[in-house]
């Protein structure tokens, strides 16, 4: 399996972009791995078959700022995993993670 590297910048709220990035992904791919580094910046490993990984590429550029990439679309079943990194510019360093009140 090859691997692909992208980088990617977003001035909007970390996690409505999250969101957004999980339910873009989620129609043509995978998401096989999530980690979160404070609330600066995020890696999302994602595998997608070559087919989808133009079309994979246009869904996020709507969403984040991506890094150019060029891609020649074939209708090949092999399988790539992508590696995504995410800067947040709105992040303030610390890694907060709304926990809800638990009754007891």
Same mark, same amino acid.
């Given at each position: ?96 993670? %709304?926990? %809800?009140?638990? %009754?007891?």
């Amino acid at each position: 399996m090859d691997h692909i590297f992208w980088k990617a910048y977003s001035h909007a709220e970390r996690l409505a972009t999250i969101q957004q990035i999980r339910e873009a992904v989620g129609v043509i791919a995978e998401i096989i791995d999530f980690s979160m580094f404070s609330d600066l910046s995020l890696a999302v490993s994602i595998e997608v078959r070559m087919s989808g990984v133009g079309t994979l590429y246009k869904k996020l550029q709507e969403i984040v700022t991506m890094d150019v990439f060029e891609w020649e679309e074939t209708a090949s079943e092999k399988e790539y995993v992508i590696f995504l990194h995410i800067a947040f510019s709105s992040g303030k360093g610390s890694l907060e993670i %709304p926990v %809800p009140a638990v %009754p007891g």
